[in-house]
């Protein structure tokens, strides 16, 4: 099953004034990250194996597949040799009501997150300044295709969720985006993430 998320998705191509080439390098990208300072993305990822995933609150499989990436994030949060870096499509205002407990359990936000299943959200996410969002009657729509213009436009991608791993030169070299949402499929999509992050650490 693809992730075919396509209005979304055709809406953020226009968004980053993409086209549907993939970057092949790690992007020269700097973006605020949420409740935190500015990363710069390839500076971040300089001599390091570097996984960059891109989500949204607003989006089913990627909140299926977050706490496979948090599983993957606590198993390399001490290794200096990982670079591990989230971009969500949200403003921190959003990321705040989605991950608070003192949010009110009716708030769209909220019910997203109970959705992910998350026992725990300490990944890093990069973050925008402005929603694409709007929320009516309890359910989230698109409306604003111009909101992630500050994310730049550098990344290119067909669908969300969707995973990279560079290697330590900066090179792509694994791209997922196939939209896994079973409980099995979803560990067999952790296991290999990790393989592959742990492969490219021996080189």
């Known amino acids: 099953?693809?992730?075919?998320?396509?209005?979304?998705?055709?809406?953020l191509l226009v968004i980053t004034g993409c086209t549907r080439s993939v970057e092949t390098?790690?992007?020269?990208?700097?973006?605020?990250q949420f409740q935190a300072d500015t990363v710069d993305l390839r500076a971040a990822a300089k001599n390091k194996v570097a996984f960059v995933s891109i989500w949204s609150i607003f989006c089913g499989p990627c909140l299926a597949e977050l706490p496979e990436v948090q599983a993957v994030y606590a198993h390399y949060k001490s290794n200096p040799q990982v670079s591990f870096v989230t971009l969500a499509l949200n403003t921190e205002e959003?990321?705040?009501?989605?991950?608070?407990?003192?949010?009110?359990?009716?708030?769209?936000?909220?019910?997203?997150?109970?959705?992910?299943?998350?026992?725990?959200?300490?990944?890093?996410?990069?973050?925008?300044?402005r929603s694409p969002y709007q929320i009516e009657n309890g359910s989230a729509r698109l409306t604003d295709t111009k909101a992630a213009d500050e994310l730049k436009q550098l990344f290119t991608f067909n669908a969300i969720p969707v995973t990279r791993i560079y290697d330590r030169q900066g090179k792509l070299l694994f791209e997922d985006s196939d939209a896994e949402t079973s409980t099995k499929r979803l560990r067999i999509h952790r296991t290999n993430l990790i393989r592959t992050i742990d492969s490219l650490l021996t080189l």
């Open 1 to 11: 099953m693809k992730r075919l998320y396509v209005l979304l998705i055709n809406a």
């Open 25 to 32: 390098q790690v992007p020269a990208f700097k973006a605020k």
């Open 94 to 129: 959003e990321l705040t009501r989605f991950s608070s407990p003192a949010s009110d359990s009716s708030d769209v936000y909220r019910k997203a997150f109970k959705h992910s299943k998350l026992t725990d959200f300490s990944f890093p996410v990069l973050i925008g300044t």
